[in-house]
């Protein structure tokens, strides 16, 4: 059974930094793709971030380029998502999500992302005061 255990959420200034955390287990890791997934209070869920665990490509969305960051540490079986220069707009619970996938990576990541993954953590609360 697949089992994403997110952790390093809590409440930061606007402008500051959090490291969050997905533990993954019950699966394969390389033959997967880790995603962050976020849903703020009266919107829908975004996907956000992705990593194909297999060859350690990414794919972010433009409202996050050049401040988030993901990383895969196999050995660990965890994913990271360092956050940077956060925002208030950041406010949301972020989710972890995985799915397999198989062949090229090339569109994994962006298609996961637009239509979202297989598995799902339970979530970690994000918030960016003024």
């Known amino acids: 059974e697949v089992h994403l255990v997110e952790s390093g959420g809590g409440l930061v200034q606007d402008g500051g930094s959090l490291r969050l955390s997905c533990a993954g287990s019950?699966?394969?890791?390389?033959?997967?793709?880790i995603g962050w997934f976020r849903q703020a209070p009266g919107k829908e869920r975004e996907g956000v971030v992705c990593?194909?665990?297999?060859?350690?490509?990414?794919f972010y969305v433009d409202s996050v380029k050049g401040r988030f960051t993901i990383s895969s540490d196999v050995a660990k079986r965890t994913v990271y998502l360092q956050m940077n220069s956060l925002k208030p707009e950041d406010t949301a619970v972020y989710y972890c999500?995985?799915?397999?996938?198989?062949?090229?990576?090339?569109?994994?990541?962006?298609?996961?992302?637009?239509?979202?993954?297989?598995?799902r953590g339970k979530g970690t609360l994000v918030t960016v005061s003024t």
């Open positions: 999500e995985a799915s397999a996938y198989y062949g090229g990576t090339d569109y994994v990541c962006p298609s996961l992302i637009r239509y979202g993954m297989d598995f």
């Open positions: 990593i194909t665990n297999g060859d350690g490509k990414t």
């Open positions: 019950g699966f394969t890791f390389d033959d997967y793709a």
